[in-house]
């Protein structure tokens, strides 16, 4: 099994900035794709941002150019830098990893951004 905890959300003024890291422990064989979903209420999960081994990234649209996803593969780590968040980034964000065994992910992180 492989778990992933997420740290960094809070609270945040619209315009404003937040990090989120997931560290990645226990049973790690060859870790591939690393990557945020985010689930607002009402709403289903949707992709935020991906990143594999090599770092190739992926967005969704929504957030393309104001959200930053990066890795460390020495700490099995995966950040999220958001900037300029809107309200309606507002959600849970949930760490994602996979591997040969299966897909993986976090308890969630709760972000709210206010108007």
């Known amino acids: 099994q492989v778990q992933l905890v997420e740290s960094g959300g809070g609270l945040v003024q619209a315009g404003g900035s937040l990090r989120l890291s997931c560290v990645a422990s226990g049973s790690i064989f060859r870790i591939n794709a690393m990557g945020w979903y985010r689930q607002a209420p009402g709403k289903q999960r949707e992709l935020v941002a991906t990143i594999t081994e090599g770092g190739r990234t992926n967005y969704a649209d929504s957030v393309k150019g104001r959200l930053f996803i990066s890795r460390d593969n020495a700490k099995y780590t995966v950040y999220l830098q958001m900037n300029s968040l809107k309200p309606e980034d507002t959600a849970i964000y949930y760490c994602?990893?996979?591997?040969?065994?299966?897909?993986?992910w976090g308890q969630g992180t709760q972000v709210t951004v206010s108007s």
């Open positions: 994602y990893a996979d591997n040969f065994r299966g897909n993986y």
